[in-house]
């Protein structure tokens, strides 16, 4: 008799697709609120969105498990921050403790694809993307998630942000206003869900300006 080897991960995939773009005083930080496993869906209306700080947002796509762990670990830091420091972290400063927390788990990692938005110190739209173990970088726009692939080329043939490569640094903001980024939001996810069947039944929008945060809500297809 053949010894039979257990198939077991710790992980799970449960799809969902995320995406931020940053304008110059604003930024906007998508996601749709499908769960799935597999073939099945486990809940329709999950918020793969969180606010860290008052002007941090993050979305994230993966494990939901892991995400979930990882929220309550830079919650409490941020809260640490709070006491010893008596103000509310900037984002670019969130952008940091994100990629050490990722890169402190690097060999049993969170298995967690993150996109960070919010406003810098200048009040300039800001978005920081992540790999699972840390590596990140400030851009104008990402996307991630089971949709990535398919939201990512058209993002780049309509906001392309400079090389970075190119001096004087140019800043890594998107020359659309306010309205037309959300707009683009929402046509990037009716068409992935189009294609991806983990992304689906309703987008969550968040926008972050000088005047606060709101939030907005679309339908998707739910087949």
Avoid at 23 to 48: E, F, H, N, P
Avoid at 78 to 93: F, G
Avoid at 151 to 158: F, S
Wanted: proline share 4%; aromatic share 10%; with cysteine.
């Amino acid at each position: 008799m053949t010894k039979q080897h257990a198939n077991w991960s710790p992980y799970d995939i449960n799809g969902g697709t995320v995406v931020a773009i940053a304008g110059a005083d604003y930024c906007v930080i998508a996601a749709d609120t499908r769960m799935s496993t597999g073939y099945s869906i486990l809940t329709r209306d999950y918020s793969k969105i969180i606010q860290l700080a008052d002007k941090s947002v993050m979305a994230s796509s993966g494990f939901q498990a892991d995400v979930r762990a990882l929220q309550k670990v830079l919650e409490a830091r941020h809260l640490i921050y709070q006491h010893q420091h008596n103000k509310q972290m900037s984002c670019p400063a969130m952008a940091q403790l994100l990629s050490n927390t990722l890169y402190f788990k690097r060999f049993f990692p969170y298995y967690a694809f993150n996109v960070l938005g919010g406003l810098d110190s200048e009040g300039k739209g800001c978005v920081f993307t992540y790999d699972a173990v840390g590596s990140y970088e400030r851009v104008g726009y990402s996307s991630q998630g089971s949709g990535s692939t398919l939201i990512t080329p058209y993002l780049d043939n309509q906001l392309k942000s400079p090389s970075p490569l190119l001096l004087p640094a140019k800043d890594a903001v998107t020359p659309l206003s306010e309205s037309e980024a959300i707009d683009l939001v929402k046509t990037c996810f009716v068409s992935a869900t189009e294609r991806d069947i983990y992304t689906g039944d309703k987008l969550e929008i968040v926008i972050l300006n000088a005047s606060g945060k709101r939030r907005d809500y679309m339908e998707l297809r739910k087949d």
